[in-house]
């Protein structure tokens, strides 16, 4: 079956631009997360959606960032006035049973 | 802070050799463990699993091996062949329904 998408696979924007990353989780999955991976580095956690329940926002690294998920299956993920330091790979999870996390293959953010 | 770490950054062996990607973690009360490989440009790959309540598990070519009482987690590929060639994830949940914690990786080459 389909896996985890996401949209755009690559995104260049300027300083202090917004921009939005969507994560197409794999069908039926109710756990959905972001994580952020820098050059080299292992993955930050962002946030976690989990059913209707109210997001663990803890990761996110400032109020520039935030998430929605919009019936339970679309999530994006909004950084207003972007940063340098704001470039990274974003990847997305989703999880049937909150165990096994199946990742999408990200979107690559650059700002310059 | 807890915190799931790795022993090696880089990792070469020969083709057809076993190898040993070694984790250390410090959350006691995590109750699940989880190995991901991650391909260049690629979002990590769901490898094998592990809960608390086991001390080894078996997939095909891979296991994992977890040491509650010191902490330690392992993933050893049997006949590592070049498509084996990536970076290692481990990660480990915490008790409850918490986001899983990565550590930094361990890129494993495999010399022909």
């Known amino acids: 079956g389909a896996g985890v998408s996401q949209s755009p696979s690559n995104k260049v924007t300027e300083k202090g631009k917004d921009v939005e990353l969507r994560c197409d989780p794999i069908s039926g999955h109710t756990a959905l997360y972001w994580y952020r991976q820098s050059l080299g580095q292992g993955l930050e956690f962002l946030i976690y959606?989990?059913?209707?329940?109210?997001?663990?926002k803890s990761g996110l690294p400032s109020d520039r960032f935030s998430a929605e998920r919009t019936g339970g299956s679309v999530s994006t993920l909004t950084i207003q006035r972007t940063q340098q330091e704001d470039s990274a790979v974003y990847l997305c999870?989703?999880?049937?049973?909150?165990?096994?996390?199946?990742f999408g293959p990200g979107t690559r953010l650059t700002v310059l | 802070g807890e915190s799931v770490g790795l022993h090696l950054p880089t990792l070469s062996v020969q083709e057809g050799d076993n190898s040993i990607i070694n984790c250390a973690y410090s959350?006691?009360?995590?109750?699940?463990f989880i190995w991901y490989k991650q391909e260049s440009g690629k979002g990590p790959q769901f490898i094998i699993d592990?809960?608390?309540?086991?001390d080894k598990r078996q997939g095909q070519r891979v296991t994992v091996l977890l040491n509650k009482t010191v902490k330690h987690l392992s993933l050893q590929i049997a006949a590592t062949q070049p498509g084996d060639s990536a970076v290692y994830f481990c990660?480990?949940?915490?008790?409850?329904?918490?986001?899983?914690?990565f550590g930094k990786g361990t890129r494993l080459s495999v010399i022909a």
């Open positions: 959606f989990q059913g209707n329940s109210a997001p663990d």
């Open positions: 990660a480990e949940r915490g008790s409850g329904n918490t986001p899983l914690v």
């Open positions: 999870a989703s999880s049937l049973d909150s165990y096994t996390q199946y």
């Open positions: 592990i809960r608390s309540n086991m």
């Open positions: 959350n006691s009360a995590s109750d699940y």
